[in-house]
């Protein structure tokens, strides 16, 4: 009975148990802590900021009560010296003592104190509070000593006189009444200041909120769903111009770049395996391709006598590359066999694999009479066919040139070391979007024809010999490629 009573709540446990990864997900699209942070910070900060606006308010609330209290007092002494002798009963005293607040007035005229009105026998010794003197840190500090001192205790204060002649005028009172009407003020003030800092820590996280948590839930839901799905085409980046803005944008630049590349690696194995699955036979073919154009060999035709060669180099470079499988976009060459090589001949050789004509696209060479380089001539082959079948393709393709003859340039020099072969051509030019991606994987120009390896093939081959290639000139008026290879 124990094990049929617990097996429905264990099936519901795992029933609505979840992957790691997916709480992890729910656990992150709760509210999220920044939001919550940073409206505890606003309210913080704000509230400091009323609190320091606070103890200078109070300051004054202390020093403005006392000099209500001193120019009562002054008046009351102005009528007193008015009497014969200064003589003023005691109930008159005690009325006009009443009516200033305090317990006693004193005048200082020339070094000499005069008691005006009488002071009580008091329990304790009174603090003094000389408002002549300038200090601001001892006015801070006062009304803090009001609200902490002692029921009994009491307060002298001295100042200059305003209404009348003399050196100061001092008066004794009480700090109790003081300490209540600063309790209340200060009461009213936190309660103002709170509200304040409700009212201003809330607009101010409402506008961090829309300028700033906002964009960066924007930012993080394009992050979350190109981790879930990369080729999900995500929300475009906002145009604005500050930090966020260049953050949204550089992001849709990276997921794009990462999204190509995913792109290139899919196609790349596709290739790959495509090629796996007809190496085989391609072979066979190359292997009975080769068997006829032995027995063409044996033809009297001079036209087959002059076909023969290229037809004889071509498949013994095509069975060469058969044995070679692309494996995820790279192509495992062979370590080139380096050779002394005429560049004229092999200029020549490329330029007929290539396509070029006298009827069509043209070859114009400038190279100096036996110029000698020191590569693979198979690998070199290659490379030159690659850039002049693109040149050529280029110049075909188009469809502006209005009857203008097309015209691929080879010129060589020695220079450094190295040799340096350039290509131009007058073609249409490389596009400004693709100039800085050309020799990336199926990245192709204006023409639709090739897969888009040819030029990474080519620069890897480069790269092999310990050279390089590179697109030196791109616009309007053509295309340059330079070719670098050690001598």
Sequence with gaps: MSEARQSPANDGERRLRLPDDWRDRLRFHAPDALAWRLLLLTFVFTAVVEVLIVAPSAASFHERWLLD??????LASVGVEALPYSAVEDDVAEQLLAIGGV?????????????LLQAPNLPRT????????????????????????HPDRSIRVQARPRYRSGDFIEILAPAEPLKQ????????????????????GGLLYGGLAL?????????????????????????PPSDRHDEIGRVERELARMQ???RQSLRSRARLVALGEAVAKINHDLRNMLTSAQIASERLADSPDPQVAKALPRLERALGRAAALSRNVLEYGRSEEPEPQRVVAALGAAVTVAAEDAGLSSEGVRLAKTIPARFTVHADPDQLHRILVNLMRNARQAIEGDSARAGRKGVVKVSAVHEGGETVIRIADNGPGIPPRLADQLFEPFVSGRSSDGTGLGLTISRELAVSHGGDLRLVGAGPEGTTFELRLPD
């Design 126 to 149: 009174p603090d003094l509070i000389d408002l002549r003197e300038a200090r601001p840190v001892t006015r801070l500090l006062d009304p803090w000593r009001t609200l902490a001192g």
């Design 69 to 74: 209290r001193l120019q009562s007092a002054e």
């Design 103 to 115: 317990q006693a007035v004193v005048v200082g005229d020339q070094g000499v104190r005069r008691l």
């Design 256 to 258: 794009g770049e990462v």
């Design 181 to 200: 009407e600063l309790r209340a003020f200060l009461l009213n003030s936190l309660l103002m200041s709170l509200l304040l800092s409700l009212v201003a």
């Design 211 to 235: 300028l700033v948590l906002q964009p960066l839930r924007r930012v993080t839901r394009s992050i979350e769903r190109f981790a879930i799905d990369p080729e999900a085409e995500g929300d």
